[in-house]
């Protein structure tokens, strides 16, 4: 259990489920294994997304920051993006965008308001 040492992208199974699968991303599993452990299989909230990384004993640094540049981001990161369509869930892993819906990027996906929270790697706690 814990954070991945490097992701491997996943793309939601549905377009409601981006937060599921960032958090599987991040967390070596599957979507219907996220789905379980928060009891959601649609929009997650914040307060399902903690209680997801606390189950796999992940560090999230207290506190959203916004992000305007790439260079903003911290080495690990749970974004949640205004994009054209909604508020959206991705990941950001050592200068890699995994995101749910567009997929494996070099910078941000279309998106106006970019908020993140710091997710600490093992060798930093």
């Keep these: 259990m814990g954070l991945t040492k490097k992701p491997v992208h996943i793309f939601e199974p549905d377009p409601l489920q981006c937060g599921q699968a960032a958090l599987a991303m991040l967390t070596d599993s599957s979507v219907e294994e996220i789905i379980k452990i928060c009891g959601n299989e649609k929009e997650t909230t914040f307060k399902e997304m903690v209680s997801v990384l606390s189950h796999f004993d992940i560090s ?20 949640s993006l205004e994009t054209p369509k909604c508020w959206h ?11 749910p819906e567009y997929g494996v990027l070099e910078d941000f996906p279309p998106s106006f308001r970019r908020f993140y929270w710091e997710i600490k790697k093992d060798s930093e706690l």
């Design 60 to 79: 999230l640094e207290p506190g959203r920051k916004q992000a305007t540049v790439k260079a903003d981001l911290p080495e690990v990161a749970l974004l």
């Design 89 to 99: 869930w991705s990941l950001y892993f050592d200068g890699i965008f995994y995101d």
